[in-house]
């Protein structure tokens, strides 16, 4: 089952909703489905360290959560707290630099809307987390690591090494944060551009008629 379609419009709609403030301020978030991984749920375990830290062993995937009237999925962006539904969220612009946020966007237009199975749901989450911890994309060094689950590290390995074919601006993120509980990030397709009417092009060619015509009088 993909979650991809109906939550894309669902994130579509959200969004929209934060752009006209109808949002604005704090958002309370629930789960949408009994198993936070959606239904079916898609996740997969994965043993994972940060920093150094004792490995320890988390389910990675998409939380399935809604402020009441939207559904999305989104993912973590934030490996040192827990997930905790009961504090209510902030939106927020990304608290990431420029270049991981462009990383964020081409991981999303690459990869989010293929997710249909736990393994994929997985290795989208690791590579997420691999971007915002790591410089280097090796999950088997650096400051973020994953010791198991061959068939997740190795797709997020595959995400990772081809991000640079996909586009950083194709996806727009949403970001939500908040002290006592993960942080999140959602995507929605960015809005087309709105395609100028003929009589504007029309219009755009006068100008420029008139313009040449002034420069060869001049």
Not at 8 to 23: E, R, Y
Not at 33 to 50: C, E, K, M, T
Not at 77 to 87: G, P, Q
Not at 142 to 162: C, E, I, M, S, T
Request: net charge negative; hydrophobic share 45%; glycine share 12%.
């Amino acid at each position: 089952m993909r979650f991809s379609i109906k939550t894309g419009l669902a994130a579509t709609a959200l969004g929209a909703a934060l752009a006209t403030g109808a949002a604005a301020g704090t958002i309370d978030f629930d789960k949408t489905h009994a198993n936070l991984f959606g239904d079916p749920p898609l996740y997969s375990d994965v043993r994972i360290s940060v920093n150094g830290g004792t490995a320890q062993n988390v389910r990675a995937g998409g939380f399935n959560i809604t402020d009441g009237t939207t559904p999305i999925v989104a993912f973590c962006i934030d490996l040192a707290e827990h997930l905790n539904l009961s504090v209510a969220y902030d939106t927020s612009g990304s608290p990431f630099s420029a270049g991981v946020t462009d990383m964020l966007g081409q991981l999303f237009d690459g990869h989010y809307e293929g997710i249909d199975t736990g393994t994929k749901a997985a290795a989208f989450q690791v590579a997420i987390w691999e971007v915002i911890t790591d410089d280097a994309f090796d999950l088997d060094t650096g400051d973020f690591r994953v010791f198991n689950n061959n068939p997740v590290k190795d797709l997020a390995a595959d995400y990772l090494a081809g991000l640079s074919a996909f586009d950083p601006d194709a996806w727009t993120l949403s970001f939500f944060v908040a002290d006592g509980t993960q942080d999140l990030v959602t995507g929605q397709p960015a809005p087309a551009p709105v395609p100028l009417p003929a009589a504007g092009w029309m219009l755009l060619a006068g100008l420029g008629a008139l313009a040449l015509g002034r420069t060869r009088r001049a």
